[in-house]
Antibody, heavy 118, light 107 residues
Framework: QVQLVQSGSELKKPGASVKVSCKASGYTFTTYAMNWVRQAPGQGLEWMGWINTNTGNPTYAQGFTGRFVFSLDTSVSTAYLQISSLKAEDTAVYYC???????????WGQGTLVTVSS | DIQMTQSPSSLSASVGDRVTITCRPSQGISNYLAWYQQRPGKVPKLLIYAASTLHSGVPSRFSGSGSGTDFTLTISSLQPEDVATYYCQKYNSAPFTFGPGTKVDIK
């Protein structure tokens, strides 16, 4: 069965970096693109962008350029989200979500809480 | 970019009630609309795609309709386990924007 398993919660200081992983299993990793979605505390879902798992080409949504980097390690079927120069407003749960062929999000990771606090 | 609105932002209904949530993109998106359910403290789950197609395992009390700029999610008989926030999402092209959500609880 399809599973997306994300890395555990992180507590970081402002200015630091964090790398969140999303390990896929139960399907051929390079067949489906991977999305990243942010949910700030008490807020809605915000699409951050996606990465083509076949070519490695990322696409970033407005507001997620510069400090946010999507990457892959296809040898271990894992997608990564790296955020640099962390700010308090980056505190959120970050989800990976598989892009179905028809381009809705059919499977989601369990979410990774990133807390940025001094 | 296309903006997504949902109404109402929240609602309270009794068990067994029919509940309707509306989603309106600022431009037409054909039927490229999905609905997700997020129970409190849980991961979002796909309910409906292509505006009206139920995802595998989703109870038949959920249904979706609409096209273009006017979409509806209906719960035919509200159950306690349906307490959640419901989000619509456009996927005709990037950005894959979500609506602001509709919070549903039991009266």
């Amino acid at each position: 069965q399809v599973q997306l398993v994300q890395s555990g919660s992180e507590l970081k200081k402002p200015g630091a970096s964090v790398k969140v992983s999303c390990k896929a299993s139960g399907y051929t990793f390079t067949t489906y693109a991977m999305n990243w979605v942010r949910q700030a505390p008490g807020q809605g879902l915000e699409w951050m962008g996606w990465i083509n798992t076949n070519t490695g080409n990322p696409t970033y949504a407005q507001g997620f350029t510069g400090r946010f980097v999507f990457s892959l390690d296809t040898s271990v079927s894992t997608a990564y989200l790296q955020i640099s120069s962390l700010k308090a407003e980056d505190t959120a749960v970050y989800y990976c979500a598989r892009l179905a062929p028809e381009e809705y999000f059919d499977y989601w990771g369990q979410g990774t809480l990133v807390t940025v606090s001094s | 970019d296309i903006q997504m609105t949902q109404s109402p932002s929240s609602l309270s209904a009794s068990v067994g009630d029919r509940v309707t949530i509306t989603c309106r993109p600022s431009q037409g998106i054909s039927n490229y609309l999905a609905w997700y359910q997020q129970r409190p403290g849980k991961v979002p789950k796909l309910l409906i795609y292509a505006a009206s197609t139920l995802h595998s395992g989703v109870p038949s009390r959920f249904s979706g309709s609409g096209s273009g700029t006017d979409f509806t999610l209906t719960i035919s008989s509200l159950q306690p386990e349906d307490v959640a926030t419901y989000y619509c999402q456009k996927y005709n092209s990037a950005p894959f924007t979500f609506g602001p959500g509709t919070k549903v609880d039991i009266k």
